[in-house]
């Protein structure tokens, strides 16, 4: 598998957990968009937003995707990635994109066991549970619209690894 595979789906849904695995499984090299924007900017997503708003972050994040995206490579991209019509199509053109699909209790059950304080405010700066709720209605079709494939994400990260390798081969095929 040379293309490049985008993960697309919220914050939560295990893009970077399965990623990293399923980068193993394939002998590819993995990158996450949010990682590559810290390390590239030295800023966090918090220190982006503060500085040049959500609009600046969402530039960032298009820069990013383009700059990750090569062949045998595993790319976890932030949640909000497909909002704009562009990332999609350019995911989509030059990749397989990946949906890890949960629900949003799941979702939310993952978040609190890990908040990952710091890392990046809330879009809305009410309860989590609420927001994700709302956040991933919002998205859902945009996510299902990106996507090639879209895998159950509720399941144990490796069983997730082997749906996806399935896909891939369905892909291929
Ligand atoms: P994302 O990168 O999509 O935001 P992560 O991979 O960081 O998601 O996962 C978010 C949290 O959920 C982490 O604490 C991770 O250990 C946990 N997690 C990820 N995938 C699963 C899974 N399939 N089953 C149970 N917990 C998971
Ligand atoms: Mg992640």
Redesign the pocket.
């Known amino acids: 598998m040379t293309q490049p595979i985008f ?1 697309v ?12 695995a399923l980068a193993q499984a394939l002998g590819c090299n993995f990158v ?1 968009t ?1 990682h590559y924007l810290l390390t590239s900017t030295n800023m966090s997503v918090a220190d982006i937003v503060a500085q040049e708003g959500w609009d600046g972050f969402r530039r960032r994040e298009s820069g990013a995707l383009q700059s990750v995206t090569a062949p045998g490579t595993v790319i ?1 991209t932030g ?1 909000g990635m497909v909002l704009a019509e562009s990332n999609r199509q350019f995911m989509r053109e030059h990749g397989v994109v990946i949906y ?1 699909r ?1 629900p949003a209790q ?2 939310a059950s ?2 609190e ?2 908040p ?1 304080e710091g890392q990046r405010p809330t879009l809305t700066g009410r309860p989590i549970t609420d927001e994700i709720v709302e956040v991933l209605a919002a998205r859902e079709a945009l996510y299902n619209q990106a996507a090639h494939h879209v895998v159950d ?5 490796a ?2 690894v082997e749906a996806v390798l399935a896909a891939l081969r369905t892909a291929r095929a």
């Open positions: 993960l789906g919220a914050r939560g849904c295990g893009k970077t957990t399965v990623g990293v996450d949010d976890a949640g890890l949960a799941i979702l993952r978040l066991a890990f990952e994400a509720t399941r144990p990260p069983e997730i």
